[in-house]
């Protein structure tokens, strides 16, 4: 990999895309790059990776095969969305999300944004940048519209069976990607996702995580186990599950959303009034699915690794991974690895103390 | 417990119904059993299990005390929601609940229904009437509004960590479960819940049950791992899954759904004009409202003991528990445990032998 030759106007302040993941294909990808860059705070600049003859054209029809913020990075190989990820590594080293990792691995560009693969991007990303000190194992967290505005869950799917101390990172990690996208004052509320409300409830890892989370309890603002009823009333700012449940319950909910609004539309449709009321209520609709929209924050970052991955749904249109590559921005302007870094040795440390105790 | 001086008119037929367990208390359990007595498919008699003095007052109130399908079982003593299973069993042992399943013990009863403390309530009925043969642990199962019509889920929060076989013998429950109910010929589809449908997905559990699933192919119509997208996309009719994610995936829906709701009334109110649009969609969200209605199916049975458990919500209203119980009088009718008995000896069989290969 000759990068020289390849990166051309590459600056500290760039952002990797993965221009071939993602199930809209390369063209969307490229949409969503004249989004991104129209926001106040998008990044300085975008490396475009994949197949340049497939992009160069795409990049001319929208005017910006000379953009100053602008460059292509070649990766002649595309994953695909179904290949299994260790496999997909191996074969295909010039694919364009293998690529895009490796830019951040390089210090060529300070994140990477892809759509691709999910198993193949968590798995890239762990074997390329390697986790944090002190942390084993990454969590894909995500952001959710909830009760009193929005609440972070992680793990959605990184990690189907941690151990007490990856919830443990977990919890630290996900405050400190609460903070640095809502940027409050307040230390975010952090509930761990159980059965019950009652400290025996539960299986033995939420039992342990449990012990560990009161531990560390200066560290985060940990409130105790929650149940199901809690995820979206508003009781936590951060959810903290294994990756099993999370992926289950992210995909389910976006299911039942799903539904509802096929049911709604339905049943409008059913008497002509109901047309003429659905016209009234235009703009509540419009406000409802504006707080639901996944696009909104549809960046779900690679937490715990020594640098910045977000991944962003495989379907993502236009505004979704335009809305990734914001988030990734975000992501390093406020250098969350750092701060958890130091948080997770803490953290650490208390939790050995405690176990020999 | 001199069962034959309690129990005055108690006949085949007969349901168990705790009058003391639930938020509402007894007076909304006397108004369901009155509710429950006016369906077709009522049961042939109710024995209200709880505290005579409390009780009779409430038959005086509603014409009841003389009624020929209803008795009063007395039980002195009530078990809290919040008191832990075990401690409660040992020290309540005249509690409406213990008495309401030993009643099913006795063969006074055909089904218990209670909306009192879950896990008491599993406890009791594992520790009295004993799971059937070949089956370790029960499962909770429920019934869903979905994509096409209605789905079973089970386990909701019995067993939140099952073995492979719990699992197995949760595929056979769950499709009897769904026969009973909606009386299809066709075998109902049945779907492991797992966080992709590649079977290289999911951890150890969901790997081996699916091992096994495909083994038993043709007592149940396994269809293979299924993500969370298809939970409510109507692809399955019977979701198995284990006990924690299952409980988390029914709360957190219902949790989502009152979110939304709420959302939609303060978006109306936000407007003179919505209100009038609301009025328009009335029928439309009185539709919505009654398919998505948990009271239509609040019944929840116990699985795979030697007798009919059904548990209803601890917040059920006298409409809830009316359908828990018609849906206990179902389970009586169908005789479910007899035919689900005979495909769990055949699966045991299979998978033991399979074992062996």
Redesign the interface.
């Known amino acids: 990999m000759d990068e020289k030759a390849n990166i051309s106007k590459t600056a500290i302040g760039s952002i990797a895309v993965d221009a071939m993941g993602g199930d809209l294909g390369p063209a969307e990808v490229v949409e969503a790059v004249t989004i991104a860059l129209k926001f106040a705070n998008a990044p300085k600049h975008i490396t475009l990776v994949g197949q340049e003859d497939v992009l160069f054209p795409l990049l001319e029809q929208h005017k910006l095969a000379n953009h100053k913020r602008i460059d292509v990075f070649n990766a002649s190989e595309v994953i695909g969305m179904?290949e299994?990820p260790i496999q997909s590594l191996k074969h295909k080293k010039d694919s364009s999300l293998v690529r895009s990792v490796e830019l951040v691995k390089l210090g060529q560009c300070e994140a990477a944004v892809s759509c691709g693969n999910t198993g193949s991007l968590m798995a890239c990303g762990t074997l390329k940048l390697r986790t944090m000190p002190g942390v084993e194992r990454p969590a894909l967290s995500s952001i959710w519209p909830?009760?009193s505005g929005h609440f972070v869950m992680l793990d959605v799917?990184a990690n189907?069976?941690p151990k007490p101390e990856h919830l443990v990172h977990n919890a630290i990690l996900g405050s400190w990607h609460h903070k640095s996208i809502f940027e409050t004052e307040k230390m975010p509320k952090v509930g761990l996702?159980s059965?019950g409300t009652?400290e025996?409830k539960?299986?033995?890892l939420i039992q342990t995580t449990n012990e560990y989370l009161k531990q560390i309890g200066d560290i985060i603002n940990y409130v105790g186990p929650i149940?199901?009823?809690?995820?979206?009333?508003g009781d936590v700012d951060i959810v903290v599950?294994d990756?099993?449940?999370g992926?289950?319950?992210?995909?389910?909910?976006?299911?039942?959303?799903?539904?509802?609004k096929?049911?709604?539309t339905a049943?409008?449709k059913?008497?002509p009034?109901?047309i003429?009321?659905?016209?009234?209520?235009a703009?509540?609709?419009k406000?409802?699915k504006g707080?639901l929209n996944p696009d909104k924050y549809s960046g779900a970052p690679l937490l715990g690794l020594n640098g910045n991955v977000i991944k962003s749904h495989g379907s993502a249109n236009k505004h979704a991974i335009a809305a990734a590559i914001i988030a990734a921005t975000e992501f390093v302007r406020h250098d969350l690895a750092l701060h958890a870094r130091e948080d997770i040795e803490k953290a650490n440390e208390i939790i050995n103390a405690y176990k020999k105790s």
Not at 247 to 257: A, D, F, I, M, R
Request: one cysteine or more.
């Open positions: 179904d299994k909830g009760g799917g189907p069976t996702l059965i009652e025996s539960g299986h033995e149940e199901g009823f809690q995820v979206f009333n599950c990756g099993f449940t992926n289950v319950l992210l995909k389910s909910s976006e299911g039942l959303y799903k539904m509802l096929k049911d709604v049943e409008i059913r008497r009034w109901r003429l009321g659905a016209l009234l209520l703009g509540a609709f406000s409802i707080k």
